[in-house]
Each structure stands twice: as C-alpha cells, then as structure tokens.
C-alpha cells in the first residue's frame, strides 16, 4: 500500500492501517509510519499477524531538494532501505532535511519598479515573470516598522498591477513574490520611494527635434521626462523674439505637427512642461521646412549588404541591413523618376538599436540586391555624413548636392552604409517595414526641361530599344558600349567609332543600364525599357 507525499508539514504523521485489528478473527499487529520533513515511503503492508513471521522492508524516498537523514523510534536505522522482523506493534519515522522541494517553487521575479501614473492618485507596478509554475503573485504594501498589508493576489503570468487610492505626497514601498503550493520565491522589493502628489515643479522634457515633412509642415518631438506635469505648451519663437501659443497639449505628450507653413522657411518653436506648482526650464528647437514644389518619397529599387565572411554570399532578399566594422556593408540605390533640378534631398534610415553608421557616395550603380557580394561590391568614394542612432528609430542626412548632380547626370544615385565600431548596427530594408527612404524636393520640371552639359547624351528615354549616343567630346576617337539589364548581368557589349551613334536592343521591359567607355571617361545611364 503506497504512502501519500506530505509537502510543508513539520511533522506528519501518517496512521497506515485497516480499521479493524484481526483478520479472520485472529488479532493482528500494526505499523505506524511517520514521516518527517518532506519526502515518502514504500510499505508492503501495514498489518501483520502476531506469529513473529513476517519480515518487512521499507524504503524512504525524500522529495526533490531533500535529503534522507535516518530512521528513528522503534527501528533506528542511518540506510534508506531498512528490513525488520515485525515482532511487535512498531511506530517509526523516516526523518528528511533540507532547503524543501527548490525546482518546484516559483523563480523569482525581476526588474520590480514602481512608476507614477497621471493624476496623482495611482502607481503602476511592472515586473518580469521568471516563473513557469506560479499559481499566484503576491503584492505587499510595506510599513516603516516592517509590518505589510496585501494589496493584491494576482493570476499566474501577471507583470503589472495599478495601485489606485494614494494620497498625494507620501512614500509609498512594496513587496512581491510569486506563490504555489510548494512555497514562494523570493521576495522582491521597490526600494526607493515614490512620492504621489505635484512634487513640486515638473521636469523639463529632452531631446527636443524639428523636422520638415513636407514644405508647409513640421514635426516635433521630444522625451517626456516628468510624471507630475498637467500640460505641454508648444509655442513658436518669432523672429523679434517674442512667442506665439501654438497648443497646449495633455500630459505624457511626445510630438505635435505643426501645419500651414510657408516653404523654404527657417522656424523655431519653445516646448515647456507645466503644473500647479510652476513651469520647466524651456527647450528649443529649429527647422526650415522643404522648397514647395514636389517631393518625392522614393524607396529603393535595390539594397542589401554584404560579409567579408561569406564574400560569395548575396543576401538581398533579407529584410534588414547590417553593417559593422570588422566583416558587414550595405548599399542602398535608387531610381530617381526622370526628376529636373533639385533643391533638397535627404536619406532616411530606420535602425532597430543603437549606434553609428557612415554614409558614402557609390558612383558605379551597376550593382543589383540579387547579386551583389563582397566580393563584386561598388567602391564607396566619398563620405557623405553620419547617422547617430542614440535609439531606435529613424535618423536623416542631407544628400542634396550628391543626388542633384545624379538626377541631371543618370536617374540613378547609389550610397554605401558602413559602420566604423565592431557592433552590428541593424537597419531596416525595403523588405522591412520601415525601408529606406529618399525624400527629394524638386522644381516638378522634367528632366527634358533641364540643359544638360555633359560628355555624353543618350535619348530617347524612356525608349522601345532605339537609343541614341552623341558624344560632344572632341577628344573622341573609338569607345564602347555596354549594356546590363536590371540584375546587373552583362547583356551585350559593343565598339563605336562615331560620335552619334545608334544602337538598338531586344531586352525585355525594364530598367537597364548604359555604360559608355572612352579614353579615361566612363558615362553611365539609366535607360527605361518600355
């Protein structure tokens, strides 16, 4: 007959035995077993009769954490697994020690905090739940003189809990464990204070940012710092100083739009936090918005990095670029849509952590995200500027002069990222979410309306397969013509002797690239096959 496990229990005594003493009318004689701590015991049997005939053998079992210790009372025995001759009616125990049943408590919760929420009357409590075996959690209000009160018994997986019914200005400290039936975790508490009331003036938000959108339209930003402020005032700074009261925004507030502005126009803006008590040191922030004309919010036709680890490996199908000092760049190209002159122009990257990455000029835009490596990879020639992810999120730098001499040059402007320190910088591709994006403001002319004073012209374009080539260079004596289709494979390949030349090809629709080679000049184009 099996014994039952008693957990927690000091000392259990367990009265294995029938309700009656005979058998067959015989008078029988009986085993008590006790057990002490936390464990179990096998039994053959637990009434015997008197004749002296019957020898029983019983092993203890302790429980997970524990360990046996001996058996004591009428059988006195330091082995596990005693035999006895059942002589007489005997009382025994089977004694265990230890820490408990340990992998069957709860693990211990971390990352306890306490936060202020708005109104002064409540507290956010968060933590992280470590334990995969809780039946509950246990929130404790805790006293100066050690005493505590339950606030709450929460479900399993709980991370959070709202404390509601404060009282402005007084400390309030808490306590948490995770709870089952074999015990708890270790107890945890917010240690520091938390004061619920205005407590005094709030404090002034950070990392203020303006940024132009489009030409009439602004967005601000910032990091709400305080817990107590009632309001934000965005105000706009003119000219001679003096403010204008845009809006008074709610509690926790972290941007605002501002609309119906004019393009092409520096503007500044105060941003202060505010409550009953006073108002926070004001911060400042600056913008000029983009020329009116059009923008263009272009997304790549090609991006994807490369490994010096991996150098025959293409990963442009992956939806993040990553880039680190030691083995990893990525290139980002785009098509510019035929665009005439541009008056700005800035690339915008999304990272998903933090970190630096530098910007390059790529001028060879034959490269393709299907089969770009490290090993076949453009050039990077010129530095354009640096992204600083201080978070994640999206950062912008000013490509304007790089990308105008491209939009009257070719259609087509590359850039290689590359980071300088060992981390992985990871940014998002345009398989991401948030891709890569070229915001381009232009005068809305195209690119037929813009004089062109370059070595080389090809038209028309887009085309159905005839291209002229006139080279102005008087220099010009024999040259060649390459032409890529959009995976950057060479397709065909060609000698000129003229210097206006016409060429026809039977690609398919597509964007394909033009290379004409001469003396020490390379003129590249991209041509829309219709």
């Not at 992204?387 to 259609?411: I, L, M, P, R």
Request: charged share 15%; with cysteine; net charge negative.
């Amino acid at each position: 007959m099996k014994t039952k496990k008693l957990h927690g229990v000091l000392l259990a005594t367990l009265m294995l035995g029938f309700v009656s003493t005979t058998a067959f009318g015989v008078p029988m004689i009986r085993l008590y077993l006790n057990i002490s701590g936390n464990g179990s015991t096998t039994l053959v049997d637990n009434n015997y009769p008197p004749d002296n005939s019957v020898w029983v053998t019983i092993t203890a079992i302790p429980d997970p954490g524990e360990s046996f210790t001996g058996w004591i009372g009428d059988v006195i025995s330091p082995d596990q697994t005693i035999t006895f001759l059942m002589d007489g009616e005997k009382n025994i125990t089977a004694t265990f020690t230890g820490a408990g049943p340990a992998e069957y408590i709860p693990a211990t919760p971390t990352l306890f905090t306490a936060a202020q929420q708005p109104g002064c009357e409540s507290i956010r409590l968060s933590w992280t739940d470590n334990a995969d075996n809780e039946d509950e959690y246990i929130i404790k209000e805790v006293y100066e003189d050690g005493s505590s009160q339950l606030v709450a018994t929460l479900p399993p997986n709980s991370e959070s809990y709202i404390v509601t019914g404060l009282q402005a200005n007084n400390e309030y400290f808490y306590r948490l464990e995770a709870k089952n039936s074999y015990g708890s975790s270790v107890k945890v508490h917010y240690l520091g204070s938390i004061i619920c009331g205005t407590g005094g003036v709030p404090a002034a938000p950070t990392e203020f940012n303006a940024i132009s959108i489009a030409c009439d339209v602004i967005e601000l930003t910032w990091i709400d710092n305080a817990y107590n402020e009632e309001y934000y005032d965005v105000k706009q700074v003119n000219t001679d100083g003096s403010t204008t009261l845009l809006a008074s925004l709610p509690y926790n507030s972290t941007n605002y739009t501002v609309e119906n502005l004019t393009g092409n126009t520096e503007y500044s803006f105060r941003l202060q936090a505010k409550n009953a008590s006073g108002t926070s040191n004001s911060v400042d922030a600056s913008a000029t918005t983009l020329p009116c004309g059009l923008v263009d919010n272009l997304s790549p036709v090609d991006d994807s990095f490369v490994k010096s680890t991996r150098p025959n490996k293409n990963y442009g199908s992956l939806s993040t670029l990553k880039v680190n000092s030691a083995n990893k760049e990525a290139f980002v190209k785009f098509y510019l849509n035929n665009i005439g002159t541009v008056s700005s122009a800035t690339l915008n990257m999304t990272s998903q952590g933090v970190g630096n990455v530098e910007l390059w000029k790529v001028t060879n835009d034959t490269w393709n995200e299907n089969s770009i490596t490290w090993n076949n990879k453009p050039v990077a020639k010129v530095h354009l500027g640096t992204y600083n992810f201080t978070a994640a999120g999206t950062e912008s730098v000013d490509v304007t002069q790089f990308v105008n001499a491209h939009a009257v040059k070719d259609d087509m402007v590359s850039f290689a990222l590359i980071n300088t320190a060992a981390n992985n910088v990871i940014m998002e591709s345009k398989e991401g979410i948030n891709g890569p994006v070229l915001v381009v403001a232009h005068d809305g002319l195209p690119k037929a309306a813009v004089e062109i004073t370059k070595p080389v012209e090809m038209f028309p374009n887009p085309t159905t397969g005839l291209v002229n080539i006139a080279i102005k260079d008087a220099a010009f004596n024999i040259g060649t013509v390459r032409i890529y289709n959009m995976f950057g494979i060479l397709i065909e390949s060609m000698t000129i002797e003229q210097a206006n030349t016409s060429i026809i090809f039977d690609g398919i629709p597509g964007i394909y690239v033009i290379q004409v080679s001469y003396n020490d000049t390379l003129e590249s184009f991209s041509i829309i096959k219709n």
